[in-house]
């Protein structure tokens, strides 16, 4: 009962934090707008009759380029159209948010639940086995997995469905970090009373984890996890940028962005929709993760508030 009221507790004080955030505010309604249209996008453009895919030559010029002011921008294409074959801006970008959003998230699933296993496997354990994983980090954070994850795509055969093979090979490159931070966490909460006494009365390690572990880490988690997936989504532009991510007709933001440069002296704000798409969410998730970081941990709030206790702590 007391665990469950200090957990409620808890639960109000963060909402309260949050709430009282205004910018974290901002930064949660436009992460939930994304996946709405990561989600509903395409399935809304195809109820209204809009395809990413077809061509406006009508939109256009003699000279393939945008037929008006400002890239083409009109009521019917709000974004203006792309060169060349003056497709829309718009549907290209909302398509494109699936796949740049579910990629994203979908490798920072993968990777979480890799460093969940190894960081507090490592961190519980102990002994041999954690040498074993902490090297093993160093190693994957030493590691230029940019240029591994580009040599894996360009090696991998077509047939190979792309999407799925990127949410993969990210995840894959990307858990290091976050299990570091969750083995040191696991160390901590190893040597915690409530942890001693569960194992001197013979509990089995698994349970122990599930039970007195994983709950107690549950807040570092939430702050990793919304932290990491910036880095992903970025990942998987930077992948398509260099031609080795998803490939057409698969819209995405990376390919987008590679496909305007070429046209940035003619039509800038062909590179400027993707590019702010891509750079506002990754704004949203880290300015998320710091609010979540601030009001989960009231120790970190208390030293900002408080710039004597800082210096204590130096």
């Known amino acids: 009962m007391t665990s469950t009221v200090a957990t409620a507790t808890r639960n109000r004080r963060?909402?309260?934090?949050?709430?009282?955030?205004?910018?974290?505010v901002v930064a949660f309604a436009w992460i939930i707008f994304m996946l709405l249209i990561a989600l509903l996008g395409p399935t809304l453009l195809q109820l209204a009759g809009r395809d990413p895919q077809a061509y406006n030559l009508e939109a256009?010029?003699?000279?393939?380029?945008?037929?008006?002011?400002?890239?083409?921008?009109?009521w019917t294409h709000p974004f203006g159209v792309e060169p060349l074959t003056g497709r829309d801006l718009f549907d290209i970008v909302i398509a494109g948010t699936q796949?740049?959003?579910?990629?994203?998230?979908?490798?920072?699933?993968?990777?979480?639940?890799?460093?969940?296993?190894?960081?507090?496997?490592?961190?519980?354990?102990g002994g041999v086995y954690d040498r074993i994983i902490s090297r093993l980090i160093d190693i994957m954070l030493g590691f230029p997995s940019l240029i591994f994850m580009i040599a894996i795509g360009a090696i991998i055969p077509p047939t190979v469905p792309r999407p799925?093979?990127?949410?993969?090979?990210?995840?894959i490159f990307g858990w290091a970090s976050t299990a570091r931070v969750i083995r040191a966490e696991t160390l901590s909460l190893k040597h915690r009373a409530f942890v001693i006494a569960s194992r001197a009365s013979g509990t089995p390690a698994l349970t122990i984890i599930r039970r007195e572990i994983l709950p107690n880490l549950m807040a570092t988690l939430i702050v990793l996890t919304t932290m990491s997936v910036p880095g992903k989504i970025g990942a998987e532009a930077a992948l398509s940028f260099l031609g080795l991510g998803v490939v057409p007709p698969t819209p995405s933001w990376g390919y987008s962005i590679r496909m305007a440069v070429d046209w940035i002296q003619v039509d800038p704000l062909y590179l400027t929709w993707p590019a702010l798409s891509l750079v506002l969410l990754t704004l949203a998730f880290n300015t998320a993760g710091d609010a979540l970081r601030d009001a989960l941990d009231p120790q970190t709030q208390r030293r900002l508030e408080n710039p004597e206790m800082k210096e204590e702590t130096k």
């Open 14 to 24: 963060v909402w309260a934090s949050l709430r009282h955030d205004r910018i974290a």
């Open 60 to 74: 256009l010029t003699d000279l393939a380029q945008p037929l008006g002011l400002f890239g083409g921008i009109s």
């Open 99 to 125: 796949t740049s959003v579910l990629i994203g998230l979908g490798a920072t699933v993968v990777s979480t639940i890799i460093a969940v296993i190894l960081g507090i496997s490592a961190g519980y354990l």
């Open 164 to 171: 799925l093979l990127i949410t993969i090979i990210i995840g």
